[in-house]
């Protein structure tokens, strides 16, 4: 069977929140943000060691909070997080010891155990793969002196989680770093390299919670997913 680490970043600050407390620790339907995709992790049978980067101001908080609550019988290591989403993702990729890493955003708290388990086997296949949806809107594309339409079918979203063979992302990430160059994922990190990444089609209910906006959205998802073969168990 294939298998993988898995690192979950919940190290943010939610800037596009304005709430007291970070997206991760808000919570849906009962239950904190972050929790729903550490559950999905801990219980799906392609991943092992689990690594949860957080801000060091909020190691304890979380522990009594989430980790205590509900994982208390668990092993989840616990990784300081960055400055920004590349610097925890490094943090967490120098101490995480597998072969293959599996990388999930916390603010992502639906995604299905189908999306977790094709990563991983994916990246077990090509050394890289990243999941993403279809646009359903018009795209166009500002060009400064006029905007122009895109073609839509050409287009792909990128979503987390996004899984690979170690050694390749650790060499990206080592040419990112030198050159320091910034990325919002490590798909793009592949990219810089001219690394081949294997994208499969995800879900669209792994959104990324945002926006306040999101946090309604979320609720409406939980309430849905029920129906479907994921989530008896949230
Ligand atoms: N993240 C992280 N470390 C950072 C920044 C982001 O671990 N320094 C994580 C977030 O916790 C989130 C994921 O990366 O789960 C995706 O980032 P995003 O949605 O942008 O979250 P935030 O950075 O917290 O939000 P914002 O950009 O609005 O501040
Ligand atoms: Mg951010």
């Known amino acids: 069977m294939y298998k ?7 190290a943010g600050k939610s800037s596009r929140m304005d709430l007291p407390i970070g997206k991760q620790f808000v919570e849906l339907s009962g239950k904190p943000i972050l929790y729903y995709s550490l559950h999905k992790m801990i219980n799906n049978e392609n991943i092992n060691e689990i690594y949860l980067v957080l801000n ?5 908080y979380c522990r009594d909070n989430i980790l205590n609550r509900f994982f208390k019988n668990h092993n989840i290591n616990i990784v300081k997080g ?15 010891k597998g072969e293959y890493v599996l990388i999930h955003d916390s603010a992502r708290p639906f995604v299905s155990e189908t999306v977790i388990s094709e990563g991983v086997k994916y990246a077990h296949i090509y050394g890289a793969s990243s999941s993403y949806v279809k646009p359903v809107d018009t795209m166009k594309i500002n060009l400064g002196d006029k905007i122009t339409t895109l073609k839509r079918e050409d287009m792909l979203i990128i979503q987390t989680p996004q899984c690979f063979k170690k050694e390749k992302l650790m060499r990206a ?13 490590e798909s793009s990190v592949l990219d810089l390299i001219d690394e081949f990444t294997y994208f499969y089609l995800g879900d ?14 979320g609720e409406v998802i939980l309430k849905n997913i029920s129906r479907r073969d994921y989530s008896e168990d949230i």
């Open 56 to 60: 060091e101001k909020f190691i304890d």
């Open 204 to 217: 669209r209910y792994n959104i990324k919670i945002t926006t306040k906006e999101d946090l309604d959205m």
């Open 173 to 185: 990430y080592d040419y990112v770093n030198e050159n320091s160059l910034c990325v919002t994922d």
């Open 82 to 96: 960055g400055e920004s989403r590349q610097e925890s993702v490094y943090n967490a990729l120098k101490v995480c």
């Open 4 to 10: 993988s680490d898995c690192i979950i970043l919940a």
